[in-house]
């Protein structure tokens, strides 16, 4: 079973983008399957380590679009990426320094909740504007 399924209320309505989103959710799914079959320490530093690599080439494909398109909030957005670039990798030095138990509840949580707040709601403000520019 599944955290998180992918629904429309994710959807930013740009496909390449929505498809970035996709990733992150099975991110977050494989991480909650490894935590309830009690894996979850063999596990994360895979999750963890998909994850900074996630953000770092989906914010650059997003701020790419930005400055492409001249979007108005890409500063305000850009920083919105710099803050969680800077919480992934502490949570990548908590993980290294051994706190991996804990961990695992904390980046699944936090990482719920960056879907629910991020995506549904500075995400989606870009969406009309990246359409109108024709960008799929």
Do not use: C
């Not at 989103?21 to 380590?49: I, T």
């Not at 992934?88 to 993980?95: F, I």
């Amino acid at each position: 079973m599944s955290l998180m399924e992918w629904n429309e209320k994710l959807s930013v309505g740009v496909p390449s983008i929505d498809a970035q989103h996709k990733k992150l959710v099975a991110m977050l799914n494989e991480l909650y399957d490894a935590m309830q079959a009690k894996h979850s320490q063999e596990a994360l530093g895979k999750v963890l380590d998909g994850l900074i690599s996630y953000t770092a080439s989906h914010f650059k494909y997003e701020e790419e679009l930005f400055a492409k398109t001249g979007y108005n909030d890409a500063s305000e957005h850009k920083k919105e990426h710099d803050d969680l670039t800077k919480q992934v990798l502490a949570v990548k030095k908590k993980y290294q320094e051994g706190a991996s138990t804990t961990l695992s509840i904390e980046v699944l949580n936090f990482l719920r909740k960056w879907l629910i707040n991020h995506i549904q709601g500075s995400n989606k403000k870009y969406g009309p504007h990246l359409k109108a520019k024709k960008i799929m």
